[in-house]
T-cell receptor
């Protein structure tokens, strides 16, 4: 599975969009980009995934660059409850997830 | 369906004892994964099953660890002769193997403390 690189932390103001970047320059053609988040002491929560097209669901939007070497998770209106560690993961058909340290998002009032 | 269920939520055991954890996946999911997470780190993959077949085991899964998934339903993870280094959160996840739609759903985990 391709490795990913994320900043260690970021913050944003409540109500504003949070844009979380991820680099995955070694991604191969059949690998998906997944985003999960983990709120303290809970199991990871699935957010969104994509292959090459941009995706949107009720939680977030995923923007994947045309060369697929990077992506951005967008939380359109961050709330305090969005404070969590966000993991960007690239995985193949077996869906085995290789977690890094993720990015800690802090949403401030 | 209430999602992935893990039991117990917390376990304290003495070093050298055996422990067993149970995971009940989402009912129609044919894949089941075990992960381990220590403080400040992301979850680490341990093993996964497709139906009852154990398809991959991490090098992290020493001989003291064994996992089963009889009949492709619930799964158990057993740790024999526990060591203090086994203290961690053990997470279970399940997914439905289908092209393009294989997001995994996690349980709340079992927190193991070895004293």
């Amino acid at each position: 599975d391709a490795k990913t690189t994320q900043p260690t932390s970021m913050d944003c103001a409540e109500g504003r969009a949070a844009n979380l970047p991820c680099n995955h320059s070694t991604i191969s053609g059949n690998e998906y980009v997944y985003w999960y988040r983990q709120i303290h002491s809970q199991g990871p929560q699935y957010i969104i995934h994509g292959l090459k097209n941009n995706e949107t669901n009720e939680m977030a939007s995923l923007i994947i660059t045309e060369d697929r070497k990077s992506s951005t998770l967008i939380l359109p209106h961050a709330t305090l409850r969005d404070t969590a560690v966000y993991y960007c993961i690239v995985t193949g058909a077996n869906s085995k997830l290789t977690f890094g340290k993720g990015i800690t998002l802090s949403v401030r009032p | 369906d209430t999602g992935v269920s893990q039991d117990p939520r917390h376990k304290i055991t003495k070093r050298g004892q055996n422990v067993t954890f149970r995971c009940d996946p989402i009912s129609e999911h044919n894949r089941l994964y075990w992960y381990r997470q220590t403080l400040g780190q992301g979850p680490e993959f341990l093993t996964y099953f497709q139906n009852e077949a154990q398809l991959e085991k991490s090098r992290l899964l020493s001989d003291r660890f064994s996992a089963e998934r009889p009949k492709g339903s619930f799964s158990t993870l057993e740790i024999q002769r526990t060591e203090q280094g086994d203290s961690a959160m053990y997470l279970c996840a399940s997914s439905l193997a289908a092209y393009g739609n294989t997001e995994a759903f996690f349980g709340q985990g079992t927190r193991l403390t070895v004293v």
